[in-house]
């Protein structure tokens, strides 16, 4: 398994394994988690043509989810006993505190169960209604069947394993956000997206169409970086820009003095 893999990841194998109905012997265990993992495709486009059932039971596909404006997509498992709730708690929480409006970026959950249906998105999604009000009004709730989930999985890097023992998944935990386009800008991984890494991937995946002048500067300023699924501050970058503007500021200050003399 990656060494790189997120705390999502790892909460996602200690569920696995915290549960001995499964039926599952260690090496077995260890056999799914290794098929575990988010493979992160920076870059790769998520595949329009694909067509999902929302929770209406309209379908949609994902050119139209993604148009025109940055998505955060999650792949879940409407039927998670505890990983995907929490998750998507905490990402309810996040998107709570940022600073636009909801019509500026889009949340689209995918099920990663074929069995799940329009049915189960409308229950999760009056769920999460319930706990958070309006906050997600422009979440998108969708199923589809096997060939589309491992398709946007696929492009996603989102790798999950089944059990037809248990009946269960074993998944990593995090969210991918997508450009207007939907073509892949940022994973952030683990159980809680934190509210300035999401707020800045949705700024630079909005190729500058959104966000203060002020959020786009601090793009600049914080460098992503793709193992942690955070944003860290480039000190480097800071220290070079710093360096240029002493240097530049004593120049200056040179050509004033001699100008001072001449005079």
Not at 84 to 96: E, F, I, K
Request: proline letters at 6%; hydrophobic letters at 45%.
């Amino acid at each position: 398994m990656n060494w790189k893999a997120s705390l999502g990841l790892t909460v996602a194998g200690m569920l696995w394994l915290a549960m001995p109905a499964w039926g599952q012997t260690p090496a077995q265990q260890e056999a799914i988690l290794d098929r575990v993992d988010y493979e992160q495709r920076i870059g790769n486009r998520l595949p329009g043509a694909l067509r999902f059932r929302d929770a209406n039971g309209e379908l949609v596909d994902i050119a139209s989810l993604t148009a025109g404006k940055p998505t955060v997509l999650g792949l879940a498992w409407y039927n998670c006993p505890m990983l995907c709730p929490m998750l998507l708690d905490r990402l309810a929480d996040t998107t709570q505190t940022l600073p636009f409006d909801q019509d500026d970026y889009r949340v689209v959950i995918v099920s990663i169960a074929p069995d799940e249906g329009p049915e189960d998105a409308d229950r999760l999604g009056r769920e999460l209604r319930n706990r958070h009000g309006g906050v997600i009004d422009n979440w998108h709730f969708l199923s589809g069947k096997k060939p589309a989930i491992d398709a946007l999985a696929e492009a996603a890097g989102f790798r999950y394993a089944y059990d037809p023992e248990s009946g269960n998944y074993a998944h990593p935990a995090g969210v991918v956000v997508a450009s207007g386009g939907g073509r892949i800008t940022h994973y952030l991984l683990g159980m809680r997206p934190q509210a300035p890494d999401l707020k800045l991937a949705l700024v630079e995946s909005s190729t500058g169409e959104l966000g203060s002048p002020l959020q786009k500067v601090l793009v600049r300023c914080y460098r992503f970086d793709p193992a942690t699924g955070q944003y860290t501050l480039a000190v480097t970058r800071l220290l070079q820009v710093a360096g240029v503007t002493t240097v530049l500021l004593m120049l200056l200050a040179v050509l004033w003095m001699r100008r001072r003399q001449v005079a």
